[in-house]
């Protein structure tokens, strides 16, 4: 199975219960092929998202400071 970039989608509800599609991206480890890097998180227009909280799954974006709590998450 070849190196790969992966991509999966997840649900996110902000502090107002709004559900938000957050795309999760993965990228092979140089030199280790079976292994993933760590994930990066985006959402809306490719904008970042960063883990700020991995017990809860709350989620940061990079530029306008909105927080979201990841649905179903296990921490």
């Known amino acids: 199975m070849p190196n790969r970039i992966t991509h999966e989608q997840l649900v996110a509800h ?43 799954g709350i989620l940061e974006c990079a530029v306008t400071g909105q927080r979201l709590k990841i649905e179903a998450w296990r921490g």
């Open 14 to 56: 902000d502090d107002k219960g709004a559900r938000h599609v957050v795309m999760v991206t993965r990228s092979p480890i140089p030199g280790s092929p079976h292994l993933k890097g760590p994930p990066h998180y985006t959402w809306r227009d490719g904008q970042a998202l960063h883990l700020i909280d991995p017990k809860a």
